[in-house]
């Protein structure tokens, strides 16, 4: 499943294909609050466009634009600006995500701050959730042990 | 203009039974590919004749066009399975 395909037709779809699946994702997140989707589908959709790329490209090819590593570290970047824009309301004097505190630091009316306030939560379950569903997918790919070399990735198949 | 939409959307219903015909009673796996993704396509029709039919065209192309990424993912991750399977020995 990790191996990169050989496959020219495939490879050069997902290539020209994956920009426009990025950028709908980003679509998808900054309209969730008038539109159907929010940050948690445009975060699905932006991690299928990289298990898109680790399917036609290879383990190894997808390892060099997202690692592990990066994944892991997205993710609590990703959770970092949910709590902490929830905790900054919190510690302004108001209720965790009571995004109308938000209008003193941000110098705009109360409506305004919300409607900042819900964007930076979307954006920041946006990221979490494509570190994650690439993390998942990479977990399951490579069997739970991701190899060194990628030598042996032939033989884990039964 | 709204049963226009409507019934054309029940066609396209009744090509989705013929396909998922193929989909469970298919002979091979490569049929039932073919027979899911078929699914997949004319449901993505289907969302859009819904949205003519709520006026609310703007929201289900949204959708659609995510339907239309998921399927496209999902055959070829169904695709590369086979393809792994078939090398082995």
Request: hydrophobic share 50%; with cysteine.
């Amino acid at each position: 499943m990790t191996r990169a395909t050989d496959d020219i037709i495939i490879r050069t779809v997902a290539r020209i294909l994956i920009p426009f699946i990025q950028l709908y994702a980003l679509y998808v997140i900054m309209h969730g609050h008038h539109s159907p989707g929010g940050g948690f589908q445009g975060g699905v959709i932006l991690g299928a466009s990289f298990i898109l790329y680790l399917l036609t490209h290879g383990l190894e090819e997808a390892k060099t634009r997202m690692s592990e590593v990066k994944a892991t570290l997205f993710s609590s970047i990703g959770l970092l600006i949910f709590s902490g824009i929830g905790l900054l309301c919190l510690i302004l004097g108001s209720n965790y995500l009571d995004y109308g505190e938000l209008s003193t630091i941000l110098k705009v009316i109360p409506a305004q701050a919300r409607s900042l306030g819900i964007l930076g939560v979307e954006i920041g379950v946006g990221i979490g959730v494509m570190a994650v569903m690439f993390s998942i997918f990479f977990d399951i790919s490579t069997g739970g042990s991701i190899p060194n070399d990628g030598e042996n990735l032939g033989e884990r198949d039964e | 203009m709204n049963s226009f939409f409507l019934f054309q959307g029940m066609g396209l219903f009744a090509l989705v039974l013929l396909c998922l015909y193929r989909g469970a009673f298919g002979p091979g796996v490569l049929n039932r590919i073919a027979g899911i993704c078929a699914i997949g396509t004319k449901t993505l029709v289907v969302l859009l004749l819904m949205g003519f039919i709520y006026d609310r065209v703007e929201m289900f192309v949204d959708i659609s066009m995510v339907y239309a990424f998921l399927n496209f993912i999902g055959t070829i991750t169904a695709a590369k399975y086979l393809e792994r399977k078939g090398e082995l020995p």
